[in-house]
């Protein structure tokens, strides 16, 4: 199927977000820009969205939570009821 | 016995072990403490149950770490199912001579003016959890993954048996959901 070079904003915001994670094809890049320069909302997403990339990378990080050692203790006591029912 | 040592399963030290371990694996998928908490919970009553079948092939935490891997899996179909009708918040007409446009109260608007220096905020990264909580269960570990652990879609692919080109319209959800949210809760405010 050929790939048509005119794009909605669905396909153009998927792109771009695609391309957030160096994804995007050269090809898929070139009509997101032709998308863009088109289109006023489309080309605030896509500001928008470098952003969020950043604030991402500075601020979701979930592998800093840890398991509180009451927390352990309550596993253990389960562990414990089920291995002596 | 053969040459190769057989592994042995110890429950009592299954907490000081792998709770750590597994809890990590969780948190880094699912971004919630209770229900990463939960899901170790459930592990180790699985396995306590399953304890007979064990072969000994593969080490203890190898064999923990396949069941919780199911417990996720389980995980994502449950939302799956629960969150397949669920989609009505969309962003662009999805029929009609403007499918695939903006509609309108859903499109992006000016958020001021953010810099750099903006970025770090504690109240701000507060924010940015709290949406990716609010996320679909499945929208919110695909977009993990991909975005914080950094997987490669293969291994997302592989994880969760899913195609690429659904992984990305995945994403795409849930970053427009994170967009949206961010302008409502915190660029608007």
């Known amino acids: ?85 | 016995m053969t040459d190769q040592q057989k592994h042995v399963l110890n429950p009592k030290k299954w907490v000081d072990n792998y709770a750590d371990y597994l809890f990590n694996y969780t948190i880094s998928r699912l971004n919630d403490h209770d229900l990463a908490k939960d899901l170790v919970q459930e592990t180790f009553l699985s396995a306590l149950k399953a304890m007979k079948n064990f072969k000994g092939q593969a080490s203890e935490r190898t064999w923990l770490v396949s069941i919780l891997k199911r417990k996720i899996i389980d995980q994502y179909r449950k939302s799956n199912s629960k969150e397949g009708q669920a989609e009505v918040r969309m962003s662009f007409y999805k029929t009609g001579e403007n499918k695939g446009k903006w509609i309108e109260e859903k499109a992006p608007s000016n958020w001021g003016n953010f810099g750099e220096k903006d970025i770090e905020n504690e109240e701000l990264k507060k924010t940015l959890n709290q949406c990716i909580n609010g996320l679909p269960e499945k929208q919110r570990i695909v977009f993990l993954l991909k975005t914080v652990k950094n997987y490669e879609t293969e291994e997302i692919s592989n994880e969760l048996q899913l195609s690429a080109s659904n992984i990305w319209v995945i994403i795409h959800r849930a970053r427009l959901k994170l967009r949206e949210c961010m302008e409502n809760n915190w660029f608007k405010n």
């Not at chain 1, 320069?37 to 950043?54: D, G, I, P, V």
């Open chain 1, 1 to 85: 199927m050929r790939k048509k070079i005119i794009i909605n904003c669905d396909e153009a915001t998927e792109i771009c977000d695609k391309s957030q994670y160096c994804e995007a094809s050269t090809f898929d890049k070139f009509r997101l820009s032709i998308h863009n320069f088109l289109c006023k909302k489309c080309h605030l997403y896509s500001e928008q969205n470098a952003l969020m990339t950043k604030l991402f990378k500075t601020h979701v990080h979930p592998e800093k939570e840890h398991l509180k050692q009451e927390e352990k203790e309550e596993l253990k006591k389960k562990l414990e009821e089920n291995l002596y029912p």
